[in-house]
């Protein structure tokens, strides 16, 4: 195992960790951006607004993403363990 080898598939594994939460994050970012526009216009402050919304949403977001999420780490995973005999020698 080299070097290049371990840089090569801590790169991927990074990549494939932001893939993964992408969907979610942008899901939370982008619904507590409208709760915050809304709650700045119409100058309601209270604290529920902004939660209730974002995990109502982020739920929705892993239901509809779960299928291509498990697809893209089971792909991930099936290459990393095909690598592990070329590992042994």
């Known amino acids: 195992m080299n ?20 969907p979610v994050l942008l899901t939370a ?3 507590g951006l409208a709760v915050s526009l ?21 739920g929705v977001a892993l239901v509809v993403a779960a299928g291509w999420m498990v697809q893209t780490l089971l792909a991930f995973t099936r290459e990393a363990f095909g690598l592990i005999p070329g590992l042994l020698g």
């Open 3 to 22: 070097e290049t080898f371990v840089v090569e598939l801590s790169t991927q594994f990074m990549w494939t960790a932001a893939l993964l939460a992408a």
């Open 29 to 31: 970012v982008l619904v």
């Open 38 to 58: 809304f709650q700045g216009l119409t100058s309601l402050q209270d604290q529920t607004l902004s939660f209730v919304p974002k995990i109502i949403a982020v």
